[in-house]
């Protein structure tokens, strides 16, 4: 029985307990899966960024908030916001995904887990108020299809490139958190879109040293698509029905798969509940983690209930302190 009252069609919980979701597994990787990423890795880190920082925007939480521009892969030109320490310089950095509903502002992602820290808000290719991209759907169901038919054109191995291409912006602008400077290795942030985002980037990307990926979509594929959603995965399914050759690409873009290669720290918010992504993909990538991880279990993803306001505060606290011991000087 589902925990919560609601009025979707199939069943969020997927009739599943903790100890079920506990012993889900990743997929298999394609035997080129490492060599597919490394050379996409590879190409992102050899592109000159050349961000460009705007005025000052706001100013809360202990940071300034400002635009941000900056070139990805393939000549596309993104934008997005950075947070700068109010006072004095930074001694942390973190790379801040956001989910399938786009950014319009900094919103919630700030503050940031830790003081005097640094931060870039990308706005990944196709999405949000500043990632719009011509032929590049801006909604979650028609971005989730685009170049789907390839894994070469799909569009979410650009947008993990927008991800390390953020990052390196990030260190032109803060020069102190530069590795050839001595800075700490970044922390990544990710919700639901952007934590599935982090798990494909971060097992390739040695400039970060923690991550916290909550309700990460895209893990586990394969069950995926047999679990009904009202999410972007809902999407492929119906894709999946008339195309079942997608499988083939899918299997190169499947966050849990990934996780198996993922080494650095990592703190999993997985819920047990959530009608758009389904929680056996979550638990998938938590579970396949490869490194060492901590779970931090959710009621409920992507559905407003009592309780909510606290245990997004306790999961706060938990990243603090998780973020401050592993990146902590």
Known sequence: MAPFEH???????????????????APAAPDDFDAFWRARYEA????????????????????????????????????????????????????????????????????????????????????????????IPDAADGHV???????????IGDCVADLWCAASALHELVPELAPGEGG?????????????LGALALPWDDRFGAAQLTVPTFGNHPLRLTLP????????????????????????????????????PTLVAAALF?????????????????GERELRVLSAGHFDYEGLAAEVAELRAARRGFFGARLGR
């Open 229 to 264: 959603c009202v999410g972007s995965g809902e999407a492929v399914r119906s894709y999946h029905r008339e195309h079942p050759e997608v499988t083939e690409v899918l299997r190169y873009f499947d966050a849990a798969t990934a996780a198996t290669r993922l080494e650095l």
């Open 274 to 290: 959530d009608p758009s992504v389904p929680p056996p993909g979550q638990f998938a990538v938590h579970n396949a983690s490869a």
């Open 44 to 135: 992102a880190r050899k592109v000159a960024t050349e961000p460009e920082i705007g005025p000052l925007e706001d100013e809360r939480d202990g940071v300034r908030i400002h635009g941000v521009t900056f070139t990805s892969v393939g000549g596309v030109r993104l934008g997005g916001w950075v947070a700068l320490p109010a006072d004095g310089s930074a001694e942390y950095g973190f790379v801040v995904g956001h989910g399938y509903g786009g950014r319009q502002e900094p919103g919630p992602d700030v503050p940031l887990p830790l003081p005097r820290a640094a931060a870039i808000l990308p706005c990944v290719r196709g999405m949000g108020a500043r990632g719009l991209h011509p032929g």
């Open 145 to 155: 299809l685009h170049g789907i038919e390839s894994r070469d054109s799909y569009v």
């Open 184 to 196: 700490p290795r970044l922390g990544y942030l990710g919700e639901s879109f952007g934590g599935g």
């Open 7 to 25: 009025d979707f069609p199939f069943d969020p919980a997927y009739g599943h307990t903790l100890d079920d979701l506990l012993l889900i597994p």
